[in-house]
């Protein structure tokens, strides 16, 4: 069984900075494109970044571009998100996707994704 799991979120103030892990487990996505998505309350569920199976191409929201950077260790089966000078508007359920089945990375069109967790950065 497949499972993604997210974890590294938490409580942290503007400018402050937190690093979101996501473990995969039940099959290799060595050879898969990977990626971040939030949703805030009352909002949907938007790309964050994105990065492709060996990591040499990396995708990022305009919002995040600059202070976010994904990066993946495929001995590991993990990928990252390094988050950085973070503003309130970045609060939201971080969710893990992988196995991009079709279209842009920025797309919603994986077929695997984590349960999410929390990030809320306070002002």
């Known amino acids: 069984q497949v499972q993604l799991v997210e974890s590294g979120g938490g409580l942290v103030q503007a400018g402050g900075s937190l690093r979101l892990s996501c473990a995969a487990s039940?099959?290799?996505?060595?050879?898969?494109?990977m990626g971040w998505f939030r949703q805030a309350p009352g909002k949907e569920r938007e790309f964050v970044a994105a990065i492709d199976w060996r990591g040499g191409s990396t995708y990022y929201a305009d919002s995040v571009k600059g202070r976010f950077t994904i990066s993946r260790d495929n001995a590991k089966n993990t990928v990252y998100l390094q988050m950085n000078s973070l503003k309130p508007e970045d609060t939201a359920v971080y969710y893990c996707?992988?196995?991009?089945?079709?279209?842009?990375?920025?797309?919603?069109?994986?077929?695997?994704w984590g349960q999410g967790t929390q990030v809320t950065v306070s002002s």
């Open positions: 039940g099959r290799s996505f060595s050879s898969s494109y």
């Open positions: 996707a992988a196995d991009r089945l079709y279209g842009a990375p920025s797309s919603a069109n994986y077929n695997y």
